[in-house]
């Protein structure tokens, strides 16, 4: 299995710029998770779908954050437009919903620096 | 509304000295409870995890109990290696709740010289 993909790993851009972020999760897995991860906040969790659904996106910091899952095999994270206090690594994750097991995989995340 | 806290590091070990990293929760309904882990460049993975109380949790040598009496999940490790130099990280699933997504600890780094 080749696990959550993410990309790009690492994304160097100017304020004001649009930057998306994409993530390809574990085939057969039906929950997929965003998260934010920076030294003064730690791990944050901005939004989760389940079956392509958006259940939760209370974490998504403002309006300039927005994600999508067209179909169960894709999502994106964008940010426009960017600013330097997005400059984190973001993490994708997903996992099989349901019964008491959920391990969250999580990708190898992409560290975005905002200029 | 459901927390976890975790104590807050650095935490800087000799190879083969005993590790314990402190973990309390607070939550409504029945939470399964997880250490993940996360090694340097790397996203995070699971270590272990219990989903009811007084289970122990054990992975690559570390082990941690649920205990209700104290709403606590403490990692430990008897003898660490170098290897295990990462952050550290506790969370919760609250099934009796709300949806149910994981919700993390703040994180506790770890280094072991040596």
């Known amino acids: 299995d080749a696990g959550v993909i993410q990309s790009p790993r690492h994304e160097v851009t100017e304020m004001g710029q649009e930057v998306t972020l994409r993530c390809k999760p574990i085939?057969?897995?039906?929950?997929l998770f965003w998260y934010r991860q920076t030294m003064m906040r730690g791990l944050e969790l901005l939004i989760y779908?389940?079956?392509?659904?958006?259940?939760?996106d209370s974490g998504m910091p403002e309006d300039r954050f927005s994600a999508k899952m067209p179909n169960a095999s894709f999502s994106t994270l964008k940010i426009q437009p960017s600013e330097p206090r997005d400059s984190a690594v973001y993490f994708c994750?997903?996992?099989?919903?349901?019964?008491?097991?959920?391990?969250?995989?999580f990708g190898p995340g992409t560290r975005l620096l905002v200029l | 509304g459901n927390s976890v806290t975790q104590m807050e590091g650095p935490v800087t070990l000799s190879e083969e000295a005993f590790l314990t990293i402190n973990c309390t929760y607070t939550?409504?309904?029945?939470?399964?409870l997880f250490w993940y882990v996360q090694y340097p460049g790397e996203g995070l993975q699971l270590l272990l995890k219990a989903t009811k109380a007084d289970d122990k949790g054990s992975n690559k040598g570390f082990e941690a109990t649920y205990r209700k009496e104290t709403t606590s999940f403490h990692l430990e490790k008897g003898s660490v290696q170098v290897s295990d130099s990462a952050v550290y990280f506790c969370?919760?699933?609250?099934?009796?709740?709300?949806?149910?997504?994981?919700?993390f600890g703040k994180g506790t780094k770890l280094s072991v010289k040596p």
């Open positions: 779908f389940n079956n392509n659904v958006p259940i939760d």
């Open positions: 969370a919760l699933k609250d099934y009796g709740g709300s949806q149910g997504n994981l919700i």
């Open positions: 085939s057969g897995h039906n929950s």
């Open positions: 939550a409504t309904g029945y939470p399964s």
């Open positions: 994750a997903s996992t099989i919903s349901g019964g008491n097991q959920e391990t969250q995989y």
